[in-house]
């Protein structure tokens, strides 16, 4: 009976007054970065004469962009719950260096080169190994007391020493032909037709997605938008899917590699050439799902409103019945495993397993987490807002490497960066007191 009343009652608007933005729903801070990273790309393509915004650039962007968005939605987790996580370059590094000697040292002899078995079993291996790191971290911080700063500190070191004690420092390559395809590059590209289907089926999931939860809050009888501003934000967002599709796909194949392909599907190669496009990146294809998992998982899920219950205020969430200690064990377990999906894009990118992989990887997935709007003081993160950090990130450093900046330059601009990032965010948490 009491279901039927709420859903018979006439909705509330939200917004009957007030701005366009605050009738959109819009969060301020996200439209703040999409304004930065536009001000980035223009600014960049002008300086570059415009190579930036060129398809090519976009999609190279993209695939660099993919490994360090994947660790940072888990970042936002653990800076969620008032900790920090340093060392996630070096278990990158050292499960990196793990997945290369099993693919090139230890399965060839069981099963073969070029085993299709080869690439599946290197991956859980990798998610395994990394998850466990986690956890033992986060059994370290959350059971025995210790901070996360150095719990992890101490895991920096010690990772990247394992790291090179696996092969000794030793390059180990080249990877197995499937699993290189998790790095993207001609392998590991989807292809026209393929992208535009996943980002059809993409453009109508926002459709459904925003459909359900305005009919949610209808029944339950919580303001809702009006109908227009639900119609221009489903249309912005599939503008945005099929735009992307669209940029991908105008990035053709090399002319020896499309002749090649050609060759081996038995096409007669015409006068003119063939134009073969790309499509989406596998790996830019696997951090969209693991952003989409981790959204699910920290707004729909209990175990995500437990972490945003203990970094608002430790103590209530604790006194009222959450198991705060192996929650925060399992945040830091997450963050392992998404580290090993991270450390199988990576060694897979670079067809190699290097001692080097992963380097000052815990700065940029920081970085990123803080820059999409995650509070070091707790209790406030998206995931989405990392991901578009990590993104703002890339974009620094990809434009400076086409300009020919230094590195050591490089590396000045990304640190200015993280502290204005951190300025800000305090300005805007004074602002909104």
């Known amino acids: 009976m009491t279901a039927h009343a709420t859903t018979s009652a006439p909705p509330q608007s939200a917004s009957t007054d007030g701005s366009l933005l605050s009738r959109l729903e819009i969060d301020v801070r996200m439209l703040g970065m999409l304004g930065a990273l536009a001000v980035i790309w223009i600014g960049f393509d002008i300086l570059s004469g415009g190579l930036f915004l060129t398809p090519r650039n976009l999609w190279n ?19 969620v719950t008032r900790n920090i996580d340093l060392s996630v370059g070096a278990i990158l590094g050292l499960v990196g260096m793990i ?3 099993v693919q090139v040292q230890w399965l060839p002899g069981w099963l073969g080169f070029e085993h299709w078995l080869t690439a599946p079993v290197a991956v859980l ?29 101490g895991g920096l070191l010690v990772w990247r020493g394992a790291a090179w004690w ?31 289907i996943v980002a059809s089926v993409a453009a109508g999931l926002v459709v459904v997605a925003l459909g359900l939860a305005r009919r949610r809050r209808i029944r339950f009888g919580f303001p809702v938008r009006p109908a227009w501003a639900d119609a221009v934000i489903a249309l912005l967002a599939c503008g ?7 940029i991908a796909n105008s990035y053709p194949l090399p002319v020896g590699t499309a002749r090649r392909w050609a060759e081996a599907n038995g096409i007669a190669w015409p006068e003119g050439g063939l134009t073969i496009p ?6 830019v294809l696997i951090a969209v799902i693991v952003g989409l998992f981790m959204t699910f998982l920290a707004r729909r899920l209990r175990f995500g ?57 815990e700065l940029y997935v920081i970085a990123s987490a803080v820059i999409g709007g995650t509070s070091l003081a707790g209790g406030i993160g998206t995931v989405a807002g ?43 948490r004074r602002r909104i007191r």
């Open 99 to 101: 997945v290369g000697v």
């Open 61 to 79: 962007l993209s695939v660099q962009t993919a490994s360090i968005a994947v660790m940072s939605t888990g970042m936002v987790l653990v800076i």
């Open 166 to 196: 696996v092969t000794t420092g030793q390059t180990v390559a080249p990877m197995d032909t499937r699993f290189k395809a998790l790095g993207g590059g001609v392998e590991g590209a989807l292809g026209a037709t393929a992208t535009w």
């Open 386 to 428: 990392a991901m578009l950090g990590a993104l703002v990130m890339q974009s620094l450093q990809s434009g400076m490497v086409l300009l020919g900046v230094d590195t050591p330059l490089q590396n000045i601009v990304v640190g200015a960066v993280l502290v204005l990032a951190v300025w800000v965010d305090g300005l805007y």
């Open 240 to 246: 945005a899917v099929l735009g992307a599709a669209a």
């Open 305 to 361: 409103r437990y972490v945003f219950a203990i970094g608002g205020n430790p103590e209530a969430a604790e006194l009222s019945g959450i198991n705060t200690r192996w929650t925060l064990m399992k945040v830091f377990g997450l963050m392992g495993f998404l580290c090993g999906i991270s450390a199988c894009i990576s060694t897979a990118r670079l067809n190699a397993a290097t001692n080097a992989a992963g380097t000052l990887d």
């Open 125 to 153: 291996i990798a998610v395994v190994i990394g998850g466990v790191i986690g956890l033992f971290q986060g059994w370290l911080i959350a059971y025995l007391g210790i901070p996360s700063f150095i719990v992890t500190l």
């Open 278 to 283: 790309h499509g989406v990146a596998v790996p």
